[in-house]
C-alpha cells in the first residue's frame, strides 16, 4: 500500500508558490489551502490543484496542514511565522513549517519552532519570471539544486519533498545564507544585466536581424567554454590580451554613444583583468595599466548613472 502524502497550505501565491502548488499536487500531495492577500491570485491557484479552501488572510490556512509553505516576499516571512504562531487551531507539533528565501534562513521561523513545529528552508536555484504561466513553471523544479537549511530533522523532510520535485538539495551553512544569495544573484539577474547591455548596443547598428540571433551563438560558446574548461580557460577578449588600443576606443565610443554602461563596463572590464592576473594571462604591469586606465576614464569622462528607466 503507498504511503500517504502530507497534506499542504501554501501561503503566498505568487510565481514560486503557484508553481510549487502545481507540481506538488502533481506529485500526489494533497493541497488543502492556499492563501494571499490577493484573493484572485490565491483562486486561480487552487482551481489547477483542485483545493477547496482559499483565504486572504493567514488566520484562513487548514487546519489540518502537515505542511505549511510560506512563499511570501522575504520582507513579510516574519510576520506570517508570528502570525501563524498564535493560530491555536493548529496542532505544531506534527507540522514542518518551510519558507522559500533565498537569503534568510530558518531563524525567521523561530516563533513556529518555540511552538513545537519542524522550520526550513528551502530556496530553489532557479528563476520564475512573471511573464510565465504557472502551469509551465512547475516543470522547472526537474533536476534543479534547491540550497536547504534548518533543523537536522527538518533537513532530512525538505530532502524528501525536494527529491519528490525530481530535484536535489545542497545544505548552505547558516551564517554564509546571503553570500549564497548573492551568488544566485550574480548567476541569474546579473547576467540579465549583461545581457540587456548587448541589446541595447546593438539596437544602435540598426541589424536587420535580431541581437540575439547574432550574439546567441557567442554567449552559448562562452558559457559553454566556461562549464567545460573553467572561468581562467574560458575568459577571451581585449582585456586578458592586454590590447589597450581597443579598450581605449571600447571606452571613447561608450563614452558618446551609451555613457550609462560606462560602470558597467568598467567594473567588468576591473573583475576580468584580476581573473586573467591570476591564470596567469596578464602580467603585474599590463594588470595594473588596465586598472589605471578604467580608473582614470571614469574621473575625467562624462560617465552617467542613469536611474530612471527610459519611458
Do not use: C
Given at each position: 500500500m503507498a504511503t500517504k502524502l502530507p497534506k499542504v497550505s501554501i501561503i503566498g501565491a505568487g510565481n514560486v508558490?503557484?508553481?510549487?502548488?502545481?507540481?506538488?499536487?502533481?506529485?500526489?500531495?494533497?493541497?488543502?489551502?492556499?492563501?494571499?492577500?490577493?484573493?484572485?491570485?490565491?483562486?486561480?491557484?487552487?482551481?489547477?490543484v483542485n483545493c477547496d479552501k482559499v483565504g486572504i488572510l493567514v488566520t484562513d490556512v487548514a487546519a489540518l496542514s502537515d505542511i505549511?509553505?510560506?512563499?511570501?516576499?522575504?520582507?513579510?516571512i516574519a510576520e506570517v511565522a508570528t502570525d501563524l504562531s498564535k493560530i491555536k487551531k493548529l496542532y505544531f507539533k506534527k507540522m514542518l513549517i518551510i519558507h522559500c528565501s533565498g537569503v534568510h534562513t530558518a531563524d525567521l521561523l523561530e516563533p513556529l519552532r518555540k511552538k513545537g513545529a519542524l522550520t526550513g528552508a528551502?530556496?530553489?536555484?532557479?528563476?520564475?519570471?512573471?511573464?510565465?504561466?504557472?502551469?509551465?513553471?512547475?516543470?522547472?523544479?526537474?533536476?534543479?539544486?534547491?540550497?536547504?537549511?534548518?533543523?537536522?530533522?527538518?533537513?532530512?523532510?525538505?530532502?524528501?519533498?525536494?527529491?519528490?520535485?525530481e530535484a536535489k538539495s545542497i545544505v548552505i551553512p547558516k551564517d554564509l545564507k546571503p553570500l549564497y544569495h548573492v551568488a544566485s544573484v550574480f548567476a541569474s539577474n546579473y547576467e540579465i544585466i549583461f545581457l540587456n547591455a548587448v541589446s541595447e548596443l546593438t539596437s544602435q547598428l540598426r541589424l536587420p536581424i535580431s541581437w540575439m540571433e547574432v550574439?546567441?551563438?557567442?554567449?552559448?560558446?562562452?558559457?559553454?567554454?566556461?562549464?567545460?574548461?573553467?572561468?581562467?580557460?574560458?575568459?577571451?577578449?581585449?582585456?586578458?590580451?592586454?590590447?589597450?588600443?581597443?579598450?581605449?576606443?571600447?571606452?571613447?565610443?561608450?563614452?558618446?554613444?551609451?555613457p550609462h554602461l560606462l560602470p558597467l563596463y568598467t567594473v567588468g572590464g576591473i573583475e576580468a583583468a584580476r581573473i586573467g592576473k591570476m591564470n596567469g594571462c596578464l602580467t603585474d604591469e599590463d594588470f595594473n595599466e588596465i586598472i589605471l586606465k578604467f580608473r582614470k576614464f571614469i574621473q575625467s569622462s562624462s560617465i552617467k548613472i542613469i536611474t530612471k528607466g527610459k519611458k
Open positions: 508558490g503557484a508553481a510549487l502548488s502545481i507540481a506538488l499536487h502533481d506529485k500526489g500531495y494533497k493541497i488543502v489551502s492556499i492563501i494571499d492577500v490577493n484573493g484572485g491570485k490565491a483562486l486561480s491557484v487552487s482551481k489547477k505549511i509553505f510560506i512563499t511570501v516576499n522575504d520582507s513579510h528551502m530556496h530553489p536555484i532557479q528563476t520564475f519570471p512573471s511573464s510565465q504561466n504557472p502551469a509551465k513553471l512547475k516543470s522547472k523544479f526537474r533536476g534543479i539544486h534547491f540550497g536547504i537549511d534548518g533543523s537536522e530533522e527538518a533537513i532530512k523532510r525538505i530532502d524528501q519533498i525536494i527529491r519528490m520535485l550574439f546567441g551563438p557567442l554567449i552559448t560558446a562562452s558559457m559553454e567554454n566556461m562549464i567545460k574548461d573553467g572561468v581562467g580557460k574560458a575568459l577571451t577578449g581585449p582585456i586578458v590580451r592586454a590590447d589597450m588600443d581597443t579598450l581605449d576606443l571600447h571606452l571613447k565610443i561608450l563614452d558618446k554613444h551609451s
